[in-house]
């Protein structure tokens, strides 16, 4: 099975390479230790180089973007992005006797995982700065390897335009269930109500308490097979609303489900994707309804609710409607996709939106 999960990851998707295939191991310590980067190898974008982990001592065991436990002995890299320049990056590893696993981390930390894979990765586009590339071993696995790091110059990302001090519009889900349904192939998915599932965080962004919350599940995971829709608005975007702020939570199976946010001006009859301004973490192969082959938030990246920020700028004059796409395989689920609260708004001063003061002060409880 590891063998059939490898090559079908390689022919859909090479830079997750089925990674949410990996079980746990039964009885292992799967306690997360502190990566030990002090003797990290630099390696520069274009560099093909040598490494082994046989023998190594292991000091992580766990990683951010993963739920298996990585017990072998680690091979760290340092790769430096020089100012003036932004990249995405793909690290390969390859003439391979075990099953070793690659990790893409921001920080010398391994609960900071930007990517991963059984065979490779490729980042988003990435800022200037210090980033560290992790060979690690699957079940203790140790082998000889050969990495290949190759980089492609991109547009650096447009700086966050979130959080920003002029709310215009608010659509927070503790407060209100304001939101329609469009189908999308799938399963229905999408619940608001009170949220019990316990493998969800209790607070989201700013340590706000959830009472109420747009959920794929409230109790548990989302089910398979879903591929539905959850769509809010419409806003009238102009100089004051070009800033979208989501407050949310995601953990799914990577590449199979996931969700992501798309724009409507003709009130639902299509729709195109919108990007955060930091990238969504991963894509989805062929098999999701909703987002078959898009960029999307899926995997295991998050612990905690965050922030993510849209740029509404080309929208300026127009009538949007925000969609929530999420989609889900025939197999494995998780917990999916939950949102906290919608914001509108821009750093220009401006009237706030008639009765959204309340929606506001909820926030601050």
Not at 130 to 157: H, M, Q, R
Not at 219 to 239: L, N, R, S, T, W
Not at 324 to 347: A, C, E, L, R
């Amino acid at each position: 099975m590891r063998a059939l999960a490898i090559v079908l990851a390689i022919l859909m998707v090479a830079s997750v390479a089925m990674a949410d295939k990996k079980p746990g191991i039964e009885g292992m310590d799967t306690g997360t230790r502190a990566l030990d980067c002090a003797n990290a190898i630099p390696i520069n974008c274009g560099d093909v180089v040598t490494g082994d982990n046989t023998g190594l001592v292991s000091t992580a065991d766990v990683y951010s973007c993963i739920s298996w436990p990585e017990p072998a002995g680690e091979v760290v890299y340092e790769l430096v992005i020089p100012d003036g320049v932004c990249y995405e990056v793909t690290g390969t590893i390859s003439d391979l006797a075990a099953d070793l696993d690659i990790f893409f981390l921001g920080s010398c930390d391994e609960n900071d995982c930007l990517a991963y894979g059984n065979v490779s990765f490729t980042s988003g586009c990435l800022e200037p700065g210090t980033y560290y590339i992790v060979v690690d071993g699957y079940n203790g696995a140790e082998s000889p390897f050969t990495l290949t790091v190759d980089c492609v110059e991109c547009d650096c990302p447009v700086p966050a335009c979130c959080p920003f001090e002029n709310t215009v519009y608010m659509v927070d889900f503790n407060e209100t269930d304001a939101f329609q349904l469009f189908p999308c192939g799938g399963a229905p998915v999408w619940e608001w109500g009170p949220m019990t599932n316990p493998e969800v965080p209790s607070v989201a962004c700013d340590d706000v308490p959830i009472t109420n919350i747009l959920a794929t599940g409230l109790a548990g995971d989302y089910p398979v097979g879903g591929g539905e829709i959850a769509a809010v608005g419409p806003f009238f975007i102009d100089q004051y609303t070009t800033c979208l702020e989501l407050c949310h939570f995601f953990d799914s199976e990577n590449a199979y489900d996931g969700g992501n946010v798309k724009v409507s001006t003709d009130g639902g009859a299509t729709w195109t994707l919108l990007a955060p301004n930091a990238g969504y973490p991963s894509a989805t192969n062929t098999y999701p309804p909703c987002i078959p082959g898009e960029s999307a938030f899926s995997g295991h990246f998050m612990g905690a609710f965050q922030r993510d920020c849209f740029d509404l700028s080309p929208y300026l004059g127009f009538d949007i409607m925000v969609g929530f796409f999420f989609g889900s395989d025939s197999s494995v689920t998780y917990p999916g996709w939950y949102i906290k609260w919608v914001k509108i708004g821009s750093d220009d001063s401006s009237p706030v939106e008639d009765g959204s003061w309340g929606q506001i002060k909820s926030l601050y409880r």
